[in-house]
């Protein structure tokens, strides 16, 4: 029922605004841009007139139990920053709107029903040269409400290990680099490895995230978007359940199959950082790489 | 007739090669060259500032520092008060760095080796771009000093920056309150320059036309208060002012390459500054920043006709080195030199600038010594 509604959902209300709808829309009372940017001082430095910024790593994130904001903690930032139920919240972010697209997911598992997405992000907001703002908005409260309404968004450790075992099937997509699936590497370039087995999860697909963007940071169109995963056997028929190190680029692999192609999609944010590390758990490495202290 | 020919073909190469950076690069190689330009008109040298009043009390160079901490920190202020309502959360791109014995430590071996190698980092740079064969080897020297913090930094880190505090004054004192302390403490250093310096000697004045600006020497003030503008200008654009971050980063790729500096230093990455992260980009910000800074230097020494090889004694390249050594590690424990960490971390209302000042004024007071022995 709830997958059908959440289909209805992203079938009937498009999910994606253009720039030149934000840009349009920057005035717009009903309207709050939330930029989600993982570089510290992106925001500072410059963003969407009225745009709030959202600090993924200690507002989005509970640093302390390794978890996803809680309900309270998301309620008190979404209300400060003057986001109600009825305020129509439009994100974006840097690096191909990863974080933006956490945070939408975040939004959603949270019960907010009007979330949406600038296409592009603001790597497509630079290319085009559009004007960035210093100053931060003032805005009155609001009166946003969270609640766990879709937690069935969300994989868990256990829900992967079960996919892994067949006892609760669901197709495993790595959104990762191929070198990073395959285990010849622990980490993208430039990361200091958090896992101390290179590698994925058995039975996974891999389809990089990075086959979903066009050259601007937009995303593909849906038909070929549903070619890319219909080629590498991922239908939508049954449960989907996206991966990548730490959950940020797998999100956007989820707003993709949940948001763009309806599909049935749980995103495990634990990722290659927790069941690369966790005991007793089964692993693929063609690589074969194995990890000496280095 | 040459130097203005060479003057041209520097503002050339500065201009052509702009054209093919992107926008943030080219105005940080823009600031280089205006920081350079600066440093060299106004002779602002953050070591004349201290050894010159200790030996000789003339405040010129103090007074050039003061204003451009007082501009630089009005500055700072105006930006804070845009992108961050009510001092709650720290800014993210000003140089906000642990306050502790270490950055003290670090103040205190800059301070002496500035004045063993007669000039600080920047001083070098600047010097470098007026011809001076001292310069190089005094920025050489940086290298191993660089490579000896490196080893210790681990040390450092567990043992004291990891659990020093971050003490950023708006949060405590509000915006008014914490301009009002900075600008009073500056104002209060100011006055005592007045009282306890010598009167600066009146030099043979050039009419203050185009002619004179590039023949005499700008006062330090107005060189410091135009430092202040530029600083405020490159923190805007997310890039506080530092010259260390650079030499820094190639410090560590090559003492990695030899196997001198350690694969993982502890938290380096987090800590805002000069702080010498591993990149294996050829060409960053920072780097295009100093280049630009010693052409910019060059093309002002050309023009004023102050540019000539500067040649020193065989004593003064052994000070330089070792004045070198101590410049590399005091600029590594503490996140930056005289640029980095004193003008960019008081102008971002950051304790830890204070302390490194502080300690600074202390190495530079013990170079003087020094040197007095050794004379």
Redesign the interface.
Known sequence: MIHVALMLMAAGQDVLVTTDWAYENLRNEKVRFVEVSVDPGVYEKGHLKGAVGFKWHSELCDPVSRDIVSPEKFQALCREAGISDDTTVVLYGDLNNWFACWGHWIFTMYGHRNVKLMNGGRKKWELEKRPLDLTAPKVPAGTFTAKVTHPELRARLNDVVKAVKNESPAALVDVRSPDEHNGKVFAPPGIQELSIRAGCIPGSKNIPWSKTVNEDGTFKSAEELKKLYADAGIDGKGTIITYCRIGERSSHSWFVLKMILGYDVRNYDGSWTEYGNAVGVPIENKAGTVWTGK | MIRYGAAAAVAAVLIVSSLFLDNATAFFAACGAAFGALLQRSRLCFTAAFRDLFVLRDRRAAFGILAALAVGSVGYAA?YG????GARYL???AHLSPAGPVVFLGGLAFGLGMVLAGGCISGNLYRLGEGSLVAPVALAGCIPGYWLAFSLWNWFYATSVSTAPVVWLPKHLGYTGAVALQLGVLGGLGALLFWKGAAAPQPAREPLDLKGALREPWPAWAGGAAIGMLATLAY???HPLGVTAEIGRLSRLAGAALGLVP??LEGLHRLPGCSAIG?DRRLTESGVFILSLVAGSLLSALLSGEFRIRVGKPRTYALAAAGGVLLGFGAMISLGCTVGTMLSGIMAFSLHGWIFTAALAGGAWLGTQALRRLA
Request: proline letters at 14%; hydrophobic letters at 45%; a neutral charge.
């Open positions: 930006v845009l992108q961050l309502p800014p993210d791109t805007l654009w997310g694969a993982r990149s």
